[in-house]
C-alpha cells in the first residue's frame, strides 16, 4: 500500500494524466496480484475456513430444531423400518412414530453439541500438503479433509450421549414399542429395535452437510471472504 501511494504521487507530481494514473494503479495491483501465496497463507486460510464451518455447523445443528427442522439432516425411520412406519400410520399409530421421530432428533441436536473441540483438533494439525490438496481439491475437500480425519472421534464422542439422550428422551423405549407392535402384525418381516448406530452415524452426516455449505460458501462467493487472507487465497482460484 505504501509503494502505491508513492508511485502514484510521483506520477501526479509530473503531471500524468487520468489514463496515466489509471494504468499506474493497475499495473501495481496486477504486480501485487501476482506474489505467490506462501505456504503458511493457504494453511491459514484453509484453517480458518473450516474452522469457521466447523463451528458454525455445530452451532446449528445442535440448537433446538437443528436437526428436526431442517429436511437435508432431519432423522426419520431407519431404512429397513420405513416400511413399518407407514404400516403403523396407517393402522393409527401415527402420533406414536411421530414422537418418536422427534426425540430421535433431539438426541442428535444434544450429541452434536461434543462436536467442535473435535473438530479444533483436526483443523489445527492440518498439514501444509493437506492445505495445498484442499485448496486445489474439488469444491467440498476441506469438508472431506474433516469427516476423514474426524469421524472416528465422532462415533466415540456422539455414542455415550446419543445414548443418554435416547434413553432420557425416552426414543429408545419408543421404539421398541413401535417394534413390538410392528413385529406383532401378521405376514411382516421383524425389525431391529437397536438404535444407536444409525442414530451415531446421522448424526455425524447432518454435521458435514452442514460444514459443507460453509465450505461451498466461501469458495463459490467472493463477499462470504470476510478477511482479507480468504479473499487472496481463494480470489487465487477464481
Given at each position: 500500500?505504501?509503494?502505491?501511494?508513492?508511485?502514484?504521487?510521483?506520477?501526479?507530481?509530473?503531471?500524468?494524466?487520468?489514463?496515466?494514473?489509471?494504468?499506474?494503479?493497475?499495473?501495481?495491483?496486477?504486480?501485487?496480484?501476482?506474489?505467490?501465496?506462501?505456504?503458511?497463507?493457504?494453511?491459514?486460510?484453509?484453517?480458518?475456513?473450516?474452522?469457521?464451518?466447523?463451528?458454525?455447523g455445530a452451532a446449528r445443528a445442535s440448537?433446538?430444531?437443528?436437526?428436526?427442522?431442517?429436511?437435508?439432516?432431519?432423522?426419520?425411520?431407519?431404512?429397513?423400518?420405513?416400511?413399518?412406519?407407514?404400516?403403523?400410520?396407517?393402522?393409527?399409530?401415527?402420533?406414536?412414530?411421530?414422537?418418536?421421530?422427534?426425540?430421535?432428533?433431539?438426541?442428535?441436536?444434544?450429541?452434536?453439541?461434543?462436536?467442535?473441540?473435535?473438530?479444533?483438533?483436526?483443523?489445527?494439525?492440518?498439514?501444509?500438503?493437506?492445505?495445498?490438496?484442499?485448496?486445489?481439491?474439488?469444491?467440498?475437500?476441506?469438508?472431506?479433509?474433516?469427516?476423514?480425519?474426524?469421524?472416528?472421534?465422532?462415533?466415540?464422542?456422539?455414542?455415550?450421549?446419543?445414548?443418554?439422550?435416547?434413553?432420557?428422551?425416552?426414543?429408545?423405549?419408543?421404539?421398541?414399542?413401535?417394534?413390538?407392535?410392528?413385529?406383532?402384525?401378521?405376514?411382516?418381516?421383524?425389525?431391529?429395535p437397536d438404535l444407536e448406530r444409525f442414530?451415531?452415524?446421522?448424526?455425524?452426516?447432518?454435521?458435514?452437510?452442514?460444514?459443507?455449505?460453509?465450505?461451498?460458501?466461501?469458495?463459490?462467493?467472493?463477499?462470504?471472504?470476510?478477511?482479507?487472507?480468504?479473499?487472496?487465497?481463494?480470489?487465487?482460484?477464481d
Amino acid at each position: 500500500m505504501r509503494l502505491i501511494t508513492i508511485l502514484l504521487g510521483l506520477c501526479l507530481l509530473a503531471a500524468c494524466s487520468e489514463k496515466d494514473l489509471r494504468r499506474t494503479y493497475d499495473l501495481i495491483n496486477a504486480s501485487a496480484a501476482e506474489v505467490p501465496l506462501t505456504e503458511s497463507e493457504v494453511a491459514a486460510a484453509l484453517r480458518d475456513t473450516l474452522a469457521r464451518g466447523a463451528s458454525l455447523g455445530a452451532a446449528r445443528a445442535s440448537r433446538d430444531d437443528g436437526y428436526f427442522g431442517d429436511p437435508r439432516l432431519r432423522i426419520e425411520f431407519p431404512p429397513d423400518a420405513e416400511r413399518a412406519a407407514n404400516t403403523l400410520r396407517k393402522i393409527g399409530f401415527g402420533e406414536q412414530v411421530d414422537r418418536f421421530e422427534r426425540q430421535l432428533n433431539r438426541a442428535a441436536e444434544r450429541a452434536a453439541t461434543r462436536a467442535k473441540p473435535i473438530f479444533i483438533r483436526a483443523i489445527t494439525a492440518m498439514s501444509i500438503d493437506d492445505a495445498f490438496e484442499i485448496l486445489n481439491g474439488p469444491p467440498d475437500a476441506a469438508t472431506r479433509y474433516l469427516r476423514r480425519e474426524t469421524r472416528g472421534d465422532l462415533r466415540a464422542a456422539f455414542g455415550p450421549v446419543v445414548r443418554e439422550a435416547l434413553d432420557e428422551t425416552r426414543a429408545t423405549r419408543y421404539y421398541a414399542e413401535i417394534a413390538e407392535t410392528y413385529n406383532e402384525l401378521p405376514l411382516t418381516p421383524d425389525i431391529d429395535p437397536d438404535l444407536e448406530r444409525f442414530a451415531i452415524e446421522r448424526a455425524i452426516d447432518g454435521l458435514f452437510v452442514l460444514i459443507a455449505d460453509e465450505e461451498a460458501r466461501i469458495r463459490a462467493d467472493p463477499a462470504a471472504r470476510t478477511t482479507k487472507l480468504l479473499r487472496r487465497v481463494f480470489g487465487s482460484l477464481d
